[in-house]
């Protein structure tokens, strides 16, 4: 259980609600295919705009190798649910879709149910899915951590089985690193990756388990991403601020490759 699993680190860029236009969006786009270009055969580069923006970066994208995610879904596949996009309404478009990110269950009241639905339902579709998990400040402080995010791995993968393995990746994402500056110790994130994947082999098996790539989240910038890609059972980290600057998220890439390629 050790050891990374066989597919290529993930560096996963969250773009939230950014950047305010079109034209801003397209340059940041340029800036990560020029780097990504170099690096295709060492690291996946999978970027999560904001869904209006979806349908001309997936243009400009084509045949770049960076794959195009959108940063939320809804369950079903079409219906009477108004302001919601399905998962098969993405599928042209997208390769990858995050689910249960921390602002979401904040600002929105997602539940882990809800999570578990959503996760299932980007399966269904043959698409991958990043699925966050994470503790708030209240859960760190008083050392139930573990407690916390043991029931929302729990909770979200309630209906994957072996046969997702490949497709499934999981964010750890301490609620209080995210958009603060305050990163995650290495070894808090270090014991939380390991907690995450001994339960997803209870779940799906040892053997399958060892195929999920699992994540650091939380304010990762150029200056401290190799003490998160460095840590043995870490396969990537998914970046909110940083990924807005072409420059820094270049130098995120590159040193998450390097590191791998040592490895
Ligand atoms: C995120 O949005 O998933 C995230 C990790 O944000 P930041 O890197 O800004 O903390």
Redesign the pocket.
Known sequence: MGARPPGMPLVAA?W?MNPTNIDDALDLVRGVMSVARGQADKVDVAIFPPFPYLVPVSDLMVESGVKLGAQDTFWEMSGAYTGEVSPAMLKPLCQWVIVG?S?RRLHLGETDEMVAKKTAAVLSCEMSVIM?VGELIDHYDAGTSDTIVSSQVKAGLASCSADDSARLVI?Y?PVW????GRSADPEHAYKTLRLIRKIVGEMIGAGAARKVRILY????KADNVQEYVELPLCDGV??????LDAEEFAHIVKVTAEVYGHR
């Open positions: 969250n939230k990110h602002e966050c964010a994402e690193a995210i958009g603060t989240g939380g304010s990762v998914l970046v909110g601020g940083a990924s």
